[in-house]
């Protein structure tokens, strides 16, 4: 069973459009996060969610934002998309806060 | 604001030779610390963690590593590598607060030559 799992792990769009990365976990974790990492492999934090409360990285663009339909999924959603954003994208979670992070397989954005 | 300083970008090693893979970090107030590990094109992999307690931590495939305070470094060993130990390596912090955000560090290729 894949314990953090992503879709799709391939994504090519066009500059402008809107696109959105689903995550779910199955591992009966209350946490979860999303980070970006760049083409020289550079990991970032972009969010970090549980139902209590949403932790923004303030150096996130704000056409990003995740939705959490339940406590399993965390979906990260992208507007107007732009070159830049061209990144793998990972989702994690955890138990608690303070625990560590268990990642699911990631997500290529390509942005033509 | 924490931060954390991985000072080899790329590693080199013979199979079965020793390596040292060396980290870093800054913060004002005590940390969590993780050694992960990415094969290429895959996810990211716990090594191992340092939360309290001994500051020699033993994680999964023979690697280890040691927690410094007074020299704020985590760095990471494995006595003989392999060639499966071919990836890339990443160090992380989290002040354990309110969103857990990791901070990585820049990563460390580790290559290994048969």
């Known amino acids: 069973d894949t314990a953090v799992s992503q879709t799709p792990k391939y994504l090519v769009t066009q500059m402008g459009n809107d696109k959105s990365i689903k995550c779910e976990q199955n591992?009966?974790?209350?946490?979860m996060y999303w980070y970006k990492q760049d083409s020289k492999k550079f990991l970032k934090i972009m969010f970090s969610y549980n139902n209590k409360e949403l932790i923004i990285n303030e150096t996130v663009p704000n056409r990003f934002s995740p939705k959490s339909p339940d406590k399993a999924h965390l979906n990260l959603h992208i507007n107007s998309l732009e070159l830049g954003d061209s990144a793998v994208y990972f989702c994690?979670?955890?138990?608690?806060?303070?625990?560590?992070?268990?990642f699911g397989p990631g997500t290529r954005l390509t942005v033509t | 604001a924490q931060s954390v300083t991985q000072l080899d970008s790329q590693v080199p090693v013979f199979e079965e030779a020793p390596v040292e893979l060396r980290c870093n970090y800054s913060s004002s107030v005590s940390v969590y610390l993780f050694w992960y590990v990415q094969y290429p094109n895959q996810g990211l992999q716990l090594l191992l963690k340092?939360?309290?307690?001994?500051?020699l931590v033993k994680g999964i495939n023979g690697f280890e590593a040691e927690f410094n305070k007074s020299q704020t470094s985590f760095h990471l060993r494995k006595p003989s590598v392999h060639i499966s130990d071919t990836a890339e390596y990443f160090c992380a912090v989290s002040e354990g607060n309110a969103g857990n955000m990791l901070t990585f560090g820049g990563g460390t290729r580790l290559m290994v030559k048969p």
């Open positions: 591992l009966g974790h209350d946490t």
């Open positions: 994690a979670s955890s138990q608690e806060w303070a625990y560590e992070q268990y």
């Open positions: 340092y939360l309290s307690g001994s500051t």
